[in-house]
């Protein structure tokens, strides 16, 4: 086996090559909707590839460098001045590969895990529908067996980027007759099939990155089913804990980083500064209110990621850092409104250094506790699952699902 390359030695490697082969990084990122963008970053991803910096952390024999988390780190940091694929991170990279990698079979994941390191594929979720996101496995989107194919019919909603996608994994109902856990199935599916209809939804911040997809009786390969069917249940908590992990902030399948997240620390001096308040006794104390609480983020995102990969936790416990985040994120935007006060909501909006985007970022706040299961779920899954506190009531335990009555 050849000697893994020191950590030192790695980061001026990338150094180097960053600096020969990338542009500078854009003044704004945003993510809302432009196809253009998306087409940049398979452009972008595909440069990663060629120069051996794809999918640090993701295997060798599908495409990664098979290297550590501590490697990717390093580029990462090396990373933010340049441009980088930065949409592809979510879900991508940090959700979906990684699912595929843990659970899909071998030929799955040689046929896909290298597409999506060379920026070929673009995978989204196809978890949320309509009737409700939090009892994600009281979902009904139906897939029926006909001889070697299956039939799916249903919808999903809040799927991020599925327009600009290549492939879905997507959790369908597959056993009626069963409690609603052990009735489910997991496909990898075309997202631009026969008998697939998306329609994007414009959310109030402007962005129409989400959709909403209908499937009408799409036929899908028997290869598509992303390990047991009916076994769904085991392939969604995985990528479920992909996502808890990624939302926390602890992913090691993301590649670079924004260099300045709207609301971040650095951005609060910044804002107090341009505003005159940086003297201002109660705003130093609430950025360094702010500073403590992302100290506090990323010492738990190494404590539990360490914990978990031991064995030491159950993967459950990404919901701590998923919920940690989401707190740490509010305070930030709170903060940033409060010193940007009326110019948050009336300046302009363009650039990174705009006011106004403050007041733009503040209207996406509650997002960061939403997506990727809520803050409310996350408190759930910590007391009932890491704490081992008494299970919430649920009047559909071990009934069939065919039984369990359903809302309009
Ligand atoms: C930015 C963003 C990106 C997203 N991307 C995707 C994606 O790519 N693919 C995808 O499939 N989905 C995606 N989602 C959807 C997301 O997973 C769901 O919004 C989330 O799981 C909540 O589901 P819901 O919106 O249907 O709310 P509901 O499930 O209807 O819940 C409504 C409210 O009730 C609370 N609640 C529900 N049940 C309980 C309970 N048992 N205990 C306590 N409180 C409870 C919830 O916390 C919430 O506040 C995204 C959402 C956002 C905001």
């Not at 196809?126 to 009737?131: C, G, N, T």
Request: aromatic share 8%.
């Amino acid at each position: 086996m050849s000697e893994i390359e020191p950590v030192g030695d790695f980061r001026m490697r990338a150094r180097r090559w960053l600096k020969e082969n990338l542009p500078p990084a854009p003044e704004s990122f945003t993510l809302d909707g432009d196809e253009a963008m998306w087409e940049r970053a398979r452009v972008l991803q595909r440069r990663l590839y060629d120069g051996g910096f794809a999918g640090i952390c993701f295997p060798a024999e599908y495409g990664g460098q098979g290297l550590t988390r501590l490697h990717q780190r390093a580029f990462t940091e090396e990373s933010l001045p340049y441009e980088m694929p930065l949409m592809l991170n979510m879900p991508t990279f940090g959700i979906c590969a990684p699912t595929i990698l843990d659970m899909g079979s071998e030929e799955q994941k040689r046929t896909h895990l290298p597409a999506v390191l060379r920026g070929e594929e673009i995978l989204v979720q196809f978890l949320s529908e309509p009737r409700g996101g939090s009892d994600l496995a009281g979902l009904t989107t139906r897939a029926e067996r006909d001889g070697d194919t299956w039939i799916l019919n249903g919808s999903k909603i809040w799927s991020s980027g599925a327009y600009a996608a290549d492939y879905a994994l997507c959790l369908a109902r597959t056993d009626w007759d069963v409690p609603k856990h052990q009735g489910l199935t997991m496909f990898l599916m075309p997202v631009h099939g026969p008998g697939v209809t998306i329609k994007r939804i414009r959310q109030t911040n402007g962005s129409d990155e989400f959709c909403q997809e209908f499937f009408d009786d799409v036929v899908l390969p028997a290869e598509c089913v992303l390990g047991e069917v009916n076994g769904g249940w085991a392939v969604a908590s995985r990528q479920l804990y992909h996502e808890r992990t990624a939302m926390g902030g602890g992913s090691p399948y993301f590649s670079g980083a924004r260099p300045r997240i709207a609301g971040e620390v650095a951005d609060l001096v910044d804002l107090a500064q341009r505003t005159g308040q940086l003297g201002d006794p109660r705003v130093r104390e609430d950025i360094g209110e702010a500073r403590s609480m992302r100290l506090v983020e990323q010492q738990l995102v190494d404590r539990v990621g360490q914990a978990i990969g031991s064995g030491a936790m159950e993967p459950s416990a990404s919901s701590i850092i998923r919920l940690f985040r989401a707190e740490s994120v509010w305070l930030q935007t709170d903060l940033a409104l409060r010193i940007a006060a009326a110019a948050g909501v009336t300046g302009d909006r363009d650039g990174s250094q705009g006011l106004g985007r403050v007041g733009a970022d503040y209207i996406y706040r509650q997002a960061n506790g939403i997506a990727g299961g809520s803050a409310e779920m996350a408190r759930n899954v910590i007391s009932e699952r890491v704490l081992g506190m008494p299970r919430e009531y649920a009047a559909d335990r071990d009934v069939p699902f065919r039984d369990v009555k359903q809302g309009r």
